[in-house]
C-alpha cells in the first residue's frame, strides 16, 4: 500500500481505491510512530520515485504512473546507520522495481 501522496502518481485518482485507503494508511503511520522508520522517506523526503506499475495499463511503467509500495524499514536505533536508500527502478523484469540500501 501507499502511504502518503507523493507516494502516488496519481493520489486524487486512487482515494479509497485498496492500497490507498485511509485504513490502510492510518496503519502505516501507526507502525511508523511506534518505532520504525521508512528508509527510502527519511534519506529523501521529497522525492517522487515508485516501485509498482501496473500491468492493466499499457506504458504504465514507461510513463512512470506508478505507485511507491515497496518499503525498507528499520528501527529507530538502526536509522542512524542507514547511508544509503534508493529505488532502482531502472532494473527491468518484473512489476516492482528493487529497493536498495546501505547500512553500516
Known amino acids: 500500500m501507499a502511504h502518503q ?11 479509497g481505491n485498496a492500497g490507498f485507503t485511509e485504513e490502510e ?27 509498482w506499475w501496473t500491468y492493466r495499463s499499457p506504458q504504465a511503467r514507461e510513463k512512470n504512473i506508478g505507485w511507491r509500495i515497496d518499503y525498507f524499514c528499520v528501527s529507530d536505533s538502526i536509522l542512524k546507520r542507514v547511508k544509503k536508500s534508493d529505488i532502482l527502478d531502472t532494473v527491468k523484469g518484473s512489476d516492482h522495481a528493487p529497493l536498495e540500501i546501505e547500512i553500516t
Open 5 to 15: 501522496e507523493i507516494d502516488l502518481a496519481r493520489p486524487k485518482q486512487n482515494v
Open 25 to 51: 494508511r492510518a496503519w502505516m503511520t501507526q507502525f511508523l510512530n511506534s518505532g520504525f522508520k521508512d528508509t527510502f522517506r527519511e534519506i529523501q523526503p521529497e522525492k517522487e520515485k515508485y516501485t
